[in-house]
């Protein structure tokens, strides 16, 4: 079984910084890309950062040069690292990887955690 557990959020004054983190586990061969999505009351989960297996990153513009991903593939682990931050980050933040594990290829998510940005 494959599972992803993210930790790191909390609450945050405009202007400040989080480092989200999130861990896969369990019977894994092989992790392809991983990323972090983020999903605010009523709206979509959209994408905030994805890294694949070798390095590449990709941002939207709307964190662009604000947040950074990084990933340790020794330790099947992704952060974010988010400076800068605005009241509209607010948000659930989930962790998603491409993950070949005894059951095959599948897209895995965590459970998300709470980022609060205050005024």
């Known amino acids: 079984q494959v599972q992803l557990v993210e930790s790191g959020g909390g609450l945050v004054q405009s202007g400040g910084s989080l480092r989200l983190s999130c861990t896969a586990s369990?019977?894994?061969?092989?992790?392809?890309?991983m990323g972090w999505y983020r999903q605010a009351p009523g709206k979509q989960r959209d994408l905030i950062a994805t890294?694949?297996?070798?390095?590449?990153?990709n941002y939207p513009d709307s964190v662009k040069g604000r947040f950074t991903i990084s990933r340790d593939n020794a330790e099947n682990t992704i952060d974010l690292q988010m400076n800068s931050l605005k009241p509209e980050d607010t948000a659930v933040y989930y962790c998603?990887?491409?993950?070949?594990?005894?059951?095959?290829?599948?897209?895995?998510w965590g459970q998300g955690t709470q980022v609060t940005v205050s005024k």
């Open positions: 998603n990887a491409e993950i070949v594990g005894e059951i095959g290829y599948g897209k895995y």
């Open positions: 369990g019977s894994i061969f092989t992790i392809y890309a």
């Open positions: 890294v694949t297996n070798d390095g590449i990153t």
